[in-house]
């Protein structure tokens, strides 16, 4: 189970930490990957990071703005979101793919086993 949180309402340029808290899966056996979906919008992968921490992309829209990073102590992944625009309004939903020892970032939304519920960001201009 995955539980996505830290989802809000903030002013363009402003930030955003989420976090992702996983249970019941080992979760340093898995890639974490964090999408969002737009209204009238696909769902669109964000950024990912292995279970390492060593492997870790993301789309061109959120380089250098977001960063991604996990704690395997604590079954959690982060997403710190910095210099938010109105365009990145959406919800954010963090993923898990099994991939021991794999470090590459799939971005196919078919390639992750389990996806949490979601938390709302909401950019005003």
């Known amino acids: 189970q995955l539980q996505a949180s830290g989802g809000g309402l903030v002013q363009a340029g402003g930030s955003l930490r989420l976090s992702c808290a996983a249970s019941g899966l080992t979760f340093s056996s898995y890639v974490m990957g964090w999408f969002r979906q737009a209204p009238g919008k696909e769902r669109e992968f964000v950024t990912g990071?292995?279970?390492?921490?060593?492997?870790?992309d993301y789309a061109d829209s959120v380089k250098g703005r977001f960063t991604i990073s996990r704690d395997n102590a604590k079954n959690t992944v982060y997403l710190q979101m910095n210099s938010l625009k109105p365009e990145d309004t959406a919800v954010y939903y963090c993923a898990a793919r099994y991939s021991r020892y794999g470090e590459l970032i799939p971005k196919g939304l078919r390639e992750y086993n389990y996806w949490g519920q979601g938390t709302l960001v909401t950019v005003s201009s």
């Open positions: 990071i292995s279970w390492s921490g060593r492997g870790i």
